[in-house]
């Protein structure tokens, strides 16, 4: 009696002590959510071949109103702007993030979005209370959830129908054997033959193993985070809960073996194996959630959606509630791009800039170094979190709801045994195609067929960038023909630049843009500076001189 007691007393206190270090981590963890709330991840690793699966795998894209492409994605470093962004706490947030990043959805949906992000912006108790919940779904098998609901699905095989048969056979023995004892001996082969097949299906069980434990768990954070009024309302109809809800124990049933971690478990495991194998319990049982997956994958993305959407509202009013200069964006139809100390948020003390333009595009010229290609890509990145996010680095932006194209980085492809000067090409004609499209589209451009000898470079510009620049869209170009000014006024664009000045031997920039052409150049200067022969730096100006007559 006092050994039993004793037990009892340990299993007790070893549970006061296992809740009270839970307890304590879990006050830990939420000082730490209160301390981060606006401020950028650290040392956290980006695995983006699993982050942007979601994005590549999910049909909703196919409605969306805009996709940023893998060329855009490389040409605005997408990616490292990402994870700047980014303060989602689970992975089932952060593939949402991406997608959401790449994806431009219609207004509508952008304003809804916007209201769950003020809701979390305005009540940082309930969003840090949120993460709790979400960061439950923080380990890197949480990335499995999606493959549950895009990856491809096993189908039945063929020879089930054997495999019931063997389990009514192992039923009906099992029964009968407790009269005539010796029909236990038929067990044995059908035990033999039942062991094949529940080993040889485990190969099939360890690819859903990780998905159907992460199914459970979403499960119950989603069941948590919908049982708040304030999300309850906003999301209103909650009912792929219910069905998700309905195929729970199957999910479990075959998610158990993930909880297999201690030996009092393991010992039940064993025993529990052996009856399994007997009736073929998890064979049957596997298939049959195999079947509920797939009937219930629309909820399942419902779900996984719900999650993302809450993590990623919590991530962006972080980020808007952070000693960041940003703003609400509006949107006009009557093609005026302004923008109002915008900057770009990877530039650490980035220079802002104003821009104005109503009808017009941008022919933007300037030094080497002097900072024309970040600027348009400043305007572009601005421009895709304006409409997926609903925020701009900026402390004021208004401009049409635009389609996002560029062509900055060109590369040749030796694999496809491609020149830099086709691959611009290429690049080029996919924008050419895009400009047919009547909505509002931003076009990005960085020194156009600089693969190729100037005069067909200035003419062949010259005709591409006037047929980009039809009514509904604005085109920024970046370039070092000064030639290009003259022939590009006429057709509708606007001269901007980017200058230095030499102070103390050393080029300084302002990195500020400035009306009109650039009317000074700085190649040989630099040559100069960085003590070149002088030979080289008479011929080079006899040259130019020569060149400008």
């Known amino acids: 009696m006092n050994y039993i007691l004793g037990v009892a007393f340990i299993l007790i206190l070893l549970f006061l002590i296992n809740n009270f270090l839970k307890k304590r981590q879990l006050i830990k963890f939420r000082k730490h959510l209160y301390n981060n709330w606006g401020k950028k991840k650290e040392n956290e690793y980006y695995n983006f071949y699993v982050i942007e699966k979601y994005f ?68 940082k108790d309930l969003s840090i209370s949120c993460q709790l919940e979400l960061s439950k779904l923080n380990s890197n098998n949480s990335y499995y959830l999606e493959e549950l609901i895009n990856g491809k699905q096993l189908t039945k095989p063929k020879f089930l129908w054997l495999v019931k048969l063997s389990t009514l056979i192992s039923i009906t023995s099992f029964v009968v054997m407790f009269f005539y004892p010796i029909v236990a001996l038929l067990l044995v082969p059908v035990l033999a033959v039942n062991m094949v097949l529940h080993y040889k299906n485990k190969n099939n069980i360890g690819y859903y193993l990780n998905g159907a434990y992460q199914l ?5 954070v989603s069941k948590s985070l919908s049982k708040i009024n304030e999300i309850s309302y906003h999301f209103g109809n909650l009912s792929f809960l219910k069905k998700i809800n309905s195929i729970k124990f199957k999910t479990e049933f075959i998610a158990f073996e993930k909880n297999i971690d201690n030996e009092f478990l393991f010992t039940f495991w064993f025993v529990a194996e052996i009856f399994k194998i007997l009736f073929n319990i998890e064979y049957l049982a ?17 779900m996984f959606v719900f999650i993302g959407k809450i993590d990623a509202a919590i991530s962006t009013a972080s980020l808007k509630s952070g000693n960041l200069k940003t703003c609400t964006p509006e949107f006009n139809k009557n093609n ?37 290609t970040t600027f348009i890509r400043t305007i572009a990145i601005n421009s895709i979190l304006a409409q997926t996010l609903h925020l701009c680095f900026a402390k004021e932006y208004s401009a049409p709801f635009y389609k996002v194209f560029s062509s900055i980085r060109i ?16 690049t080029i004609k996919d924008l050419i195609k895009a400009s047919e499209d009547k909505h509002p589209c931003l076009f990005v451009l960085d020194e156009i067929f600089k693969g190729t000898n100037t005069v067909e470079r200035i003419s062949g510009g010259k005709a591409i960038l006037k047929y980009l620049n039809k009514l509904q869209h604005t085109v920024l170009v970046s370039t070092h023909d000064i030639e290009l000014t003259e022939l590009l006024v006429e057709e509708n664009y606007d001269l901007f630049h980017f200058s230095e000045q030499i102070e103390n031997e050393k080029l300084v920039f302002d990195h500020k843009i400035k009306n009109g052409k650039l009317k000074t150049r700085n190649a040989i200067k630099i040559l100069d500076l960085y003590k070149y022969p002088k030979e080289i730096i008479v011929d080079a100006r006899e040259v130019e001189t020569t060149f400008n007559k």
């Open 286 to 302: 596997f298939y049959s959630f195999v079947g509920a997956i797939e009937k219930e994958k629309e909820s399942i993305d419902d």
């Open 216 to 220: 459970s768990r979403a499960l119950k």
């Open 411 to 426: 590369t040749d492809d030796l694999l496809d045994n491609t020149s830099y000067y086709l691959q611009e090409v290429l």
């Open 336 to 372: 005026v791009l302004k923008a109002l100390d915008i900057y770009h948020p990877l530039i650490d003390n980035c220079v802002s800039n104003t821009v104005n333009l109503t009808n017009k595009s941008m022919l933007l010229t300037g030094s080497n170094m002097s900072g024309k």
């Open 56 to 123: 590549k795998n999910n049909p909703h894209k196919d409605k969306a109103y805009h996709i940023i492409t893998e060329k855009s994605k490389i040409d605005i470093d997408i990616d490292d702007v990402f994870k700047f962004i980014d303060r989602t706490v689970s992975k089932v947030g952060q593939q949402y993030l991406y997608f959401k990043l790449r994806t431009i959805d219609s207004i509508d949906n952008l304003l809804k979005f916007e209201s769950l992000t003020s809701l979390f912006q305005k009540n």
